[in-house]
């Protein structure tokens, strides 16, 4: 279970949002099995569509540092319900986290809890083993 302190370092990480066009800053931070925190916030971009979102900032952050293995994610939004990943964050979360832990928290201290296959069932995925 995802515990407060996950939520304040997604709250903190949204503090370096760069969202000059839509103005909806997010935050989030991923949590590795040994307890390493990554921060990732959405990073705009003029074309709109190089937009980054923060999920994918934190997951492709920790992945650079040589981190594999994950257990929660928490992304902060500002709206009053808060808000869920898009779909392409959903398919890479599942690819490189598994099935972990998403609290989904607003600013005024709302929290939903899931499982990634509560929100990404069916995912697509191939291993080269197989
Ligand atoms: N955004 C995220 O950072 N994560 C999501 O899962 C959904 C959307 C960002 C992208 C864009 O900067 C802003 O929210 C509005 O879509």
């Known amino acids: ?6 939520i304040q370092e997604a709250i903190k ?6 969202a000059p066009f839509s103005k909806f800053k997010v935050g989030a931070a991923l949590r590795t099995k ?3 925190v990554f921060h990732g916030c959405n990073v705009e971009n003029c074309t709109y569509g190089l937009t980054v ?6 997951l492709l952050s920790a992945l650079a540092a040589g981190e594999r293995q994950f257990d929660a994610i928490v992304v902060v939004t500002q709206s009053d319900e808060p808000g869920t990943p ?3 964050c959903r398919q890479l979360m599942w690819e490189y986290c598994g099935d972990i832990d ?3 928290a607003g600013l005024k201290g709302q929290r939903v809890d899931y499982k990634l296959s509560t929100l990404f069932p069916h995912p697509f995925y191939f291993s ?3």
């Open 53 to 58: 979102c923060a999920e994918r900032v934190a």
């Open 128 to 130: 080269l083993e197989d």
């Open 34 to 36: 040994a307890g390493r």
């Open 86 to 88: 898009c779909g392409p």
């Open 13 to 18: 990480a949204r503090e370096n949002a760069v």
């Open 102 to 104: 998403v609290t989904l």
């Open 1 to 6: 279970m995802t515990d407060n302190l996950l």
